[in-house]
Nanobody, 113 residues
Framework: VQLQASGGGLVQAGGSLRLSCVSS????????VGWSRQAPGKQRELVAS???????NYAGSAKDRFTISRENAKNSVYLQMNSLKPEDTAIYYC????????WGQGTQVTVSS
């Protein structure tokens, strides 16, 4: 299984980005899909997740600014990020939690002040 993340880039504070993650297999087989991030010198942290039933969970820093969604027909997971802050700068990874866990290769998000 391969997860291909894209959509990262350089954006000014207050801007928006939409991350996409395409799976090589059916994401409907994932119990949970989500996004985590890792900033330089910091541990990886969960940003947002969504269960197969549609329940969502967000990190406190992401709540009210980020929205996770999934489109099973396209085997895709998205992360809409609004009101971006410099502290959101990190490499963002998508993942699929199923019988096995899979991670994408990451996409860099850089937010300038």
């Amino acid at each position: 299984v391969q997860l291909q993340a894209s959509g990262g880039g350089l954006v000014q504070a207050g801007g928006s980005l939409r991350l996409s993650c395409v799976s090589s297999t059916k994401i409907s087989s994932c119990y949970v899909v989500g996004w985590s991030r890792q900033a330089p010198g910091k541990q990886r942290e969960l940003v947002a997740s969504m269960s197969s039933g549609g329940n969502t969970n967000y990190a406190g820093s992401a709540k009210d600014r980020f929205t996770i969604s999934r489109e099973n027909a396209k085997n895709s997971v998205y992360l809409q990020m609004n009101s971006l802050k410099p502290e959101d700068t990190a490499i963002y990874y998508c993942y699929c939690q199923g019988l096995k866990n899979y991670w994408g290769q990451g996409t860099q998000v850089t937010v300038s002040s």
